[in-house]
């Protein structure tokens, strides 16, 4: 057996002992802090915070858009996930997520989205289906290409998919 034979070997081994192929990396293990925001993604927070109604008119997507600006702007995410599909946190981890990212940066800048008077303006809808993507004014940055949300009718009800926002 020559020098790379051996280390093939030795290689192939080495992979059955941690329970993968040699050309396969082992899982990536989870960080001990992921569990704890996982934890506290889940948990009812201690105080409720007032809630913000969630819109049952399936024929305006702009009255959801609405209802998670103000959601984001009173700082109340259990609100907002209500208003997002429920295929997209039907996981603690997913949920998770929602909460690290697109929350996390929904929430610092949702108040771009309204204009004087409290209202949302949309710049163009494409309708999809049961789904429609909307494409928001920004009323803080001019001349930004408006950033989109795709919502998607869960029981007459129309649900954030993906907020850009």
């Not at 700082?75 to 697109?102: C, G, K, W």
Request: hydrophobic share 40%; proline share 10%.
């Amino acid at each position: 057996m020559g020098f790379m034979d051996k280390r093939l070997v030795t290689l192939g081994i080495a992979g059955l002992v941690v329970g993968c192929a040699p050309t396969e990396s082992p899982p990536p293990q989870l960080p001990q802090q992921g569990s704890a925001v996982v934890q506290t993604a889940i948990t009812p927070p201690t105080t409720a915070p007032e809630t913000v109604p969630v819109p049952t008119a399936a024929g305006a997507p702009e009255d959801t858009v609405l209802a998670a600006v103000k959601a984001a702007m009173s700082n109340d995410f259990p609100s907002y996930l209500a208003l997002v599909h429920s295929t997209q946190h039907a996981t603690a981890d997913m949920t998770a997520q929602i909460e690290r990212y697109a929350w996390a940066r929904f929430a610092k800048q949702a108040n771009w989205y309204l204009d004087p008077a409290g209202n949302v303006k949309v710049e163009r809808n494409k309708p999809e289906g049961d789904s429609v993507m909307l494409y928001m004014h920004d009323f803080h940055n001019a001349g930004r290409m408006p950033p989109p949300m795709r919502l998607r009718l869960e029981q007459g009800r129309w649900r954030i998919v993906t907020n850009s926002l």
